[in-house]
């Protein structure tokens, strides 16, 4: 593969499985698109995500935030979001572009990584997205819906969350996670398979 086609990618690939679900899915793509370019060209340097071609971004990375929305709508209709740990934006920006009725806030403590994500914000016109520079601890006021990807590990984050009230968490797992944690919660697992056998990927519903 030359240089040239690892930067550009027919993410129009994404528009038959997604288009149905999501409305304006094809001016979403436009702006995953640019943000997948930039998100190339900036990891090569700092390496945030872990992707080599855009098309493997797009398969590991977007579709993986994406494929939970149609496995859960319900949840991810709701007004407000607070994202954990966005790191380079995944996959609060990537949700925060598809779902524009919504506010999403994404939580990142890193400098660099909030400076990446204004950069793009700006650059893209997303208008229902704040960037926030602070830890989960020392957050006071938490919406009532989470995401949260690769963060901590299941029981940080629950032990962190455990005395917020009304807070439903959408969790990205890896693929082994310690479940014992899990057992006096209402929660709803759900397994899915990446295209192109990029592996398979847990997500988890907890209701606190
Ligand atoms: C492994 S990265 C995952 C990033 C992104 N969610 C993804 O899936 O690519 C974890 C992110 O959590 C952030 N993080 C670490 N400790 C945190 C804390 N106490 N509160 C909020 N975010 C934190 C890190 O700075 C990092 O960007």
């Not at 994406?66 to 407000?80: I, R, S, V, Y």
Request: aromatic share 14%.
């Amino acid at each position: 593969m030359t240089k040239k086609d690892e930067i550009l990618f027919d993410s129009r690939k994404f528009d038959l499985l997604f288009m149905k679900y999501l409305p304006n899915f094809t001016e979403c793509l436009d702006k995953i698109s640019i943000y997948s370019e930039k998100l190339f060209l900036y990891n090569k340097r700092h390496s945030l995500v872990s992707f080599n071609t855009v098309e493997e971004f797009f398969f590991k990375h977007v579709y993986d935030s994406l494929l939970p929305t149609l496995l859960c709508p319900t949840f991810f209709n709701a007004k407000e979001f607070l994202d954990i740990g966005s790191g380079a934006g995944i996959p609060g920006l990537i949700l925060s572009i598809c779902f524009p009725e919504s506010l999403w806030v994404l939580l990142e403590p890193k400098y660099k990584r909030v400076v990446f994500l204004e950069g793009l914000i700006l650059e893209l016109g997303i208008k229902n997205v704040i960037v926030l520079q602070e830890r989960l601890e020392d957050i006071r006021e938490i919406p009532e819906k989470v995401t949260s990807r690769a963060t901590f590990p299941l029981k940080k984050m629950i032990s962190i969350l455990k005395d917020r009230r009304n807070l439903t968490l959408a969790l990205w797992l890896g693929k082994s996670f310690d479940s014992s944690v899990l057992n006096k919660l209402d929660y709803e697992t759900f397994n899915y398979a990446l295209p192109e056998k990029f592996g398979t990927r847990k997500f988890l519903l907890i209701k606190l």
